[in-house]
């Protein structure tokens, strides 16, 4: 899995078609930047967001799920990312948050 020669963005959060998280890649896609959506839920579930900035933006956007409480997938998370883009990300914006319970 390569990555074009663009800049990489990683949000975490990023997974809620109405959120913060998913409004920044979009901002960020339009300046240009390959996206890396990051969240909790399964891939069939993100495939949608994910083409819909592929085809409005022309850029590349990926799906990394990991649970940020767990230090290893976190740590594959990472792997995943170096993968995808060898120099690592240009831009982080970490907004993940913990969901509470209602």
Same mark, same amino acid.
């Given at each position: 899995?390569?990555?074009?020669?663009?800049?990489?963005?990683?949000?975490?959060?990023?997974?809620?078609?109405?959120?913060?998280?998913?409004?920044?890649?979009?901002?960020?896609?339009?300046?240009?930047?390959?996206?890396?959506?990051?969240?909790?839920?399964?891939?069939? $579930? %993100?495939?949608? @967001?994910? !083409?819909? &900035? #592929?085809?409005?933006?022309?850029?590349? /956007?990926?799906? *990394?799920?990991?649970?940020?409480?767990?230090?290893? $997938? %976190?740590?594959? @998370?990472? !792997?995943? &990312? #170096?993968?995808?883009?060898?120099?690592? /990300?240009?831009? *982080?914006?970490?907004?993940?948050?913990?969901?509470?319970?209602?």
């Amino acid at each position: 899995m390569a990555s074009s020669k663009r800049k990489l963005a990683l949000i975490t959060g990023s997974t809620s078609k109405n959120g913060i998280g998913y409004a920044i890649a979009k901002t960020l896609a339009r300046d240009g930047y390959d996206i890396i959506l990051h969240g909790r839920r399964d891939e069939d $579930e %993100i495939t949608s @967001l994910r !083409k819909d &900035i #592929e085809n409005e933006f022309e850029v590349n /956007v990926f799906y *990394l799920k990991a649970d940020l409480m767990i230090r290893a $997938e %976190i740590e594959q @998370l990472c !792997k995943s &990312i #170096e993968e995808i883009h060898p120099g690592g /990300v240009d831009v *982080l914006v970490n907004n993940a948050g913990k969901e509470l319970s209602r």
